[in-house]
């Protein structure tokens, strides 16, 4: 089992910066592909960023590539979305997920394990 904790959401305005962080733990937790994905009101939860277990190989959608970084500290066990020139578009929950295996996925239905979320809300 891996439980997942995100934190760093919040309210910032157009072209601020936000990072958030997810602290995955339990069994073998550094060895799962990690990525990203977010829910806009009345939208299907969408593929945002995922990294692979060493932190040297990730993907990200094309809307948030420059702006949307993942990264990943496996020694401090912790997962991170730098966000910067933020837009309200980018408004919505963002959810933190694991996966085993080295593929770095952009289907939530390959991903195992799921974070609570937390609320980022982008004002124009």
């Known amino acids: 089992q891996v439980q997942l904790v995100e934190s760093g959401g919040g309210l910032v305005q157009a072209g601020g910066s936000l990072r958030l962080s997810c602290a995955p733990s339990g069994r073998t937790a550094s060895s799962y592909t990690m990525g990203w994905f977010r829910q806009a009101p009345g939208k299907e939860r969408e593929f945002v960023a995922a990294?692979?277990?060493?932190?040297?190989?990730?993907d990200s959608t094309d809307s948030v590539k420059g702006r949307l970084n993942i990264s990943r500290d496996n020694a401090n066990n912790a997962v991170y979305l730098q966000m910067n020139r933020l837009k309200p578009e980018d408004t919505a929950v963002y959810y933190c997920?694991?996966?085993?295996?080295?593929?770095?996925?952009?289907?939530?239905?390959?991903?195992?394990?799921w974070g609570q979320g937390t609320q980022v809300t982008v004002s124009s």
């Open positions: 990294i692979g277990w060493s932190g040297r190989v990730s």
């Open positions: 997920a694991a996966r085993p295996g080295t593929y770095l996925s952009r289907q939530r239905r390959d991903y195992d394990y």
